[in-house]
Antibody, heavy 119, light 112 residues
Framework: EVQLVESGGGLVKPGGSLRLSCAAS????????MNWVRQAPGKGLEWVSS????????YYADSVKGRFTISRDNAKNSLYLQMNSLRAEDTAVYYC????????????WGQGTTVTVSS | QSVLTQPPSASGTPGQRVTISCSGS????????VYWYQQLPGTAPKLLIY???QRPSGVPDRFSGSKSGTSASLAISGLRSEDEADYYC?????????????FGGGTKLTVL
């Protein structure tokens, strides 16, 4: 079964750091670009970051550029998001999502992990 | 404020056909594919339409997508109660300020 499972969310103080992980299974992880998408409470979806299959191409939303770092370990079938200098507005459910080959969109999503930034 | 503009709400009765619009610009919808996602309450988003009008396997043919210029639409025919969800359009945006995925603000569909 194709699956993505996020972990690492929690409560952190403003200015703090957190590292999210996304474990992939059921497909050849190293062949796919991956994404992080977040959803603040009661709000819509917001793209956060993308990374190509070999980590050659990395993109960030302006809202997190310079604070967040996306990475992957293809040997461990894992995707990561290092979040530094966290702000209250970073509070959200964070989803990892696979980008399907052939420009088929974000075709597999995890269940999400919740990040709360509050003092 | 989202880069792609969707109506915040839509509604219909069972069996009806409803459409949800998504308006963008030349740097996103005008030059790239449009994708649609469905998010049922309390769940992760699910891919509904890719490459403007293609359905992933398992998505009923009641769902269809179209694109014209800098706008796109999602149509749902034969509306069913289980279609009640939030719907989001998305597209890659390659403007001078950089490369980003952009989403619409979402449309909450109510089945009356």
């Amino acid at each position: 079964e194709v699956q993505l499972v996020e972990s690492g969310g929690g409560l952190v103080k403003p200015g703090g750091s957190l590292r999210l992980s996304c474990a992939a299974s059921g497909f050849t992880f190293s062949s796919y670009s991956m994404n992080w998408v977040r959803q603040a409470p009661g709000k819509g979806l917001e793209w956060v970051s993308s990374i190509s299959s070999s980590s050659s191409y990395i993109y960030y939303a302006d809202s997190v550029k310079g604070r967040f770092t996306i990475s992957r370990d293809n040997a461990k079938n894992s995707l990561y998001l290092q979040m530094n200098s966290l702000r209250a507005e970073d509070t959200a459910v964070y989803y990892c999502a696979r980008y399907g080959s052939g420009e088929k969109g974000m075709d597999v999503w995890g269940q999400g992990t919740t990040v709360t930034v509050s003092s | 404020q989202s880069v792609l503009t969707q109506p915040p709400s839509a509604s219909g009765t069972p069996g009806q056909r409803v459409t949800i619009s998504c308006s963008g610009s030349s740097s996103n919808i005008g030059s790239n594919y449009v994708y649609w996602y469905q998010q049922l309450p309390g769940t992760a988003p699910k891919l509904l339409i890719y490459r403007n009008n293609q359905r992933p396997s398992g998505v009923p043919d009641r769902f269809s997508g179209s694109k014209s210029g800098t706008s796109a639409s999602l149509a749902i025919s034969g509306l069913r109660s289980e279609d009640e969800a939030d719907y989001y359009c998305a597209a890659w945006d390659d403007s001078l300020s950089g490369l980003n995925w952009v989403f619409g603000g979402g449309t909450k569909l109510t089945v009356l």
